[in-house]
């Protein structure tokens, strides 16, 4: 008899280049062995047929040999997301023998229906330690999230406090966010490069942010702190890499700090390892957070990083991370970028990563034998 392989459905809030847990799914996909799991991809990150996040990696997945399919945004319009997602299942869920969602607010419509088709091993994956920084969006999502968990059979999270918050005392396993180190390993020659391609003068202190510009992500901040890093260095600069619906506001901050000559917003990468390279601080002033991919990467490139008490102390993982409070005074904050910048580059952080368990080959095999394992377990 021909060995099937474990087929496997991940349903993404998108599949946006800009996206923490876009990039943890790529990775994993990236890494797989075709011959024991192969991956398909739900997302509803569309309104009216329109992508509202580009540019993504739909073709790199097709490329992979996965079906990429979507749904409308629940945000958008949740009566047609629900009646899209139901529509799906009926027609694709005996296609699966796993569902894998990594949208916890929207993971009733998707579990539910998944068990409807039969689906026996539903998961769903913790990426955060929790729902929102809005105390009104928290009471929202509760019930939410509190009507998806009956259909949930397995629990997954990228770190031990994302787990303990959607979980609680439920058992989870933690698979980490991976990535391929030796891709973010810091390069002097590509240093000058980047520096040059954005007019940085070749001393001049870099500070680094990287995400989605959504309020969670506290960019607004990063730029305020900034103003006062560059009233000390006025040669600094700082560089933004992402994009997203809170550009506007970003840069209504960046204009009225006076700061249109020294904050680069340099969009959503496809070079993004090689960017890293070009800073010396890694900065992430975040409300909240489960273990950022782009912390793994800035560690990986041997930054010093300055977060947020909200972001997951398991997120310092080379042990070059300072956290301080959102409530700290600027000053404390310009100190702790000056600071991190005098110590430099823990040169030997992907061998570190490594160490740790941080490589995104062991974490995609780490998957694939979890999946292995919950096959033979519902046998």
């Avoid at 040169?347 to 368990?357: C, D, E, N, S, T």
Wanted: hydrophobic fraction near 40%.
């Amino acid at each position: 008899m021909t060995h099937q392989p474990i087929r496997v459905l991940h349903v993404v809030p998108s599949l946006s280049k800009a996206g923490g847990v876009e990039r943890f799914v790529f990775n994993m996909a990236r890494f797989h062995d075709e011959d024991r799991v192969h991956y398909d991809f739900l997302h509803h990150d569309t309104h009216e047929g329109r992508l509202l996040t580009e540019p993504t990696y739909e073709h790199d997945l097709q490329e992979l040999g996965s079906k990429v399919y979507r749904v409308e945004n629940a945000g958008k319009d949740l009566l047609t997301f629900s009646k899209q997602v139901s529509s799906f299942f009926k027609e694709k869920g005996k296609d699966y023998d796993v569902v894998h969602c990594h949208m916890p607010n929207t993971a009733f419509w998707v579990l539910r229906d998944a068990f409807k088709s039969g689906i026996k091993i539903r998961i769903q994956h913790s990426h955060l330690n929790t729902s929102s920084d809005v105390f009104l969006h928290r009471l929202r999502n509760a019930p939410l999230i509190a009507l998806g968990k009956p259909y949930i059979t397995d629990c997954v999270a990228c770190s031990q406090e994302a787990g303990s918050y959607l979980f609680g005392s439920r058992p989870f396993t933690v698979i980490n966010n991976g990535i391929p180190l030796e891709q973010f390993r810091y390069d002097s020659q590509v240093r000058q490069q980047v520096r040059s391609r954005f007019g940085i003068e070749r001393d001049a202190p870099v500070i680094g942010c990287v995400g989605r510009f959504v309020s969670q992500k506290n960019f607004p901040f990063a730029v305020r702190v900034f103003a006062k890093f560059y009233e000390i260095f006025p040669d600094s600069r700082m560089l933004i890499l992402g994009d997203g619906d809170g550009r506007a506001d970003l840069e209504k901050v960046i204009m009225s700090e006076h700061l249109s000559d020294a904050v680069i917003l340099a969009g959503v990468r496809e070079d993004i390892d090689k960017l890293y390279s070009a800073m010396d601080v890694f900065f992430m002033p975040s409300l909240y957070e489960g273990l950022p991919v782009s912390a793994v990467e800035a560690q990986a490139a041997g930054l010093p990083c300055i977060y947020s008490t909200k972001v997951p102390k398991e997120t310092d993982i080379t042990g070059t991370g300072v956290f301080l409070s959102l409530d700290d005074e600027l000053e404390k904050w310009t100190y702790a970028l000056k600071n991190a910048i005098s110590g430099g580059r823990l040169m030997h952080a992907p061998i570190v990563l490594k160490q740790r368990g941080y490589s995104v080959r062991a974490n995609a095999e780490l998957l694939m034998q979890h999946y292995e394992h919950l096959m033979a377990m519902k046998c």
